[in-house]
């Protein structure tokens, strides 16, 4: 068990629509990435905000927004969908700003259909 | 952009052989770290080696790192069908990002 949680597990809906991803990170660890995996494909960085501030972006659509909270939780919200948006989408942690191995969750399956 | 790319995208071995895996990147790195993922879940990290590094051992994985060549292997001795997965290299950059590779899906048949 890694210790970061992400909710819900498998999410299904239709073009069009909003949807927002949770992760709880691991214990102590100041730092969320929010990772995009299309089928059988490698990850896709996203964003990382350490500590309640964006610390850097990735390829991030402008459809796609991300913020962490004061206890440490971060949320991804996925707007206007499209079937291409259909991924599994990971969230890690690290204690710090970058360097040391990150720490994933199991993901949440999003289907757009 | 992808920095590591990993070699071969795809390796099927015999239960008990030894796999071998290749990371190449670009520029230079801070660390290399190796990741698995098993079919549809997270990433686990298995190891993690310093650009002033060269080998790095883990009960049976071996790590080796070539920073003139910019390259790292990844070494699984006595496989066994539990270590069937995706297995990805991650190097980072001057500020820390990690720039990941594509992966290589090992299968080990029984």
């Known amino acids: 068990d890694s210790g970061v949680t992400q909710t819900p597990k498998h999410l299904i809906t239709a073009t069009g629509q909003r949807v927002t991803l949770r992760c709880s990170p691991r214990?102590?660890?100041?730092?969320v990435y929010w990772y995009q995996q299309s089928l059988d494909q490698g990850l896709q960085f996203l964003i990382q905000y350490y500590n309640g501030e964006e610390r850097a972006k990735g390829n991030i659509l402008e459809r796609f927004s991300a913020q962490q909270f004061p206890d440490l939780h971060s949320e991804l919200n996925l707007s206007s969908l499209e079937l291409g948006d259909s991924a599994l989408y990971f969230c890690?942690?690290?204690?710090?700003?970058?360097?040391?191995?990150?720490?994933f969750g199991n993901g949440t399956r999003l289907t757009v259909t | 952009s992808q920095q590591g790319e990993e070699d071969p995208q795809a390796l099927s071995i015999q239960e008990g052989e030894n796999a071998t895996m290749n990371c190449s990147y670009k520029t230079s790195i801070n660390n290399l770290q190796w990741y698995r993922q098993n079919s549809g879940r997270g990433l686990v990290h298995l190891i993690l080696?310093?650009?002033n590094e060269r080998e790095k051992h883990s009960g049976r994985l071996r790590v080796t790192l070539d920073t003139s060549k910019k390259s790292s292997s990844l070494l699984i001795t006595a496989s066994r069908a539990a270590d069937t997965a995706s297995y990805f290299c991650a190097t980072d950059d001057s500020n820390y990002q990690l720039i990941w590779g594509a992966g290589t899906k090992l299968i080990i048949k029984p």
């Open positions: 890690a942690s690290s204690p710090g700003q970058g360097g040391s191995p990150l720490h």
């Open positions: 080696i310093r650009s």
């Open positions: 214990s102590g660890d100041l730092s």
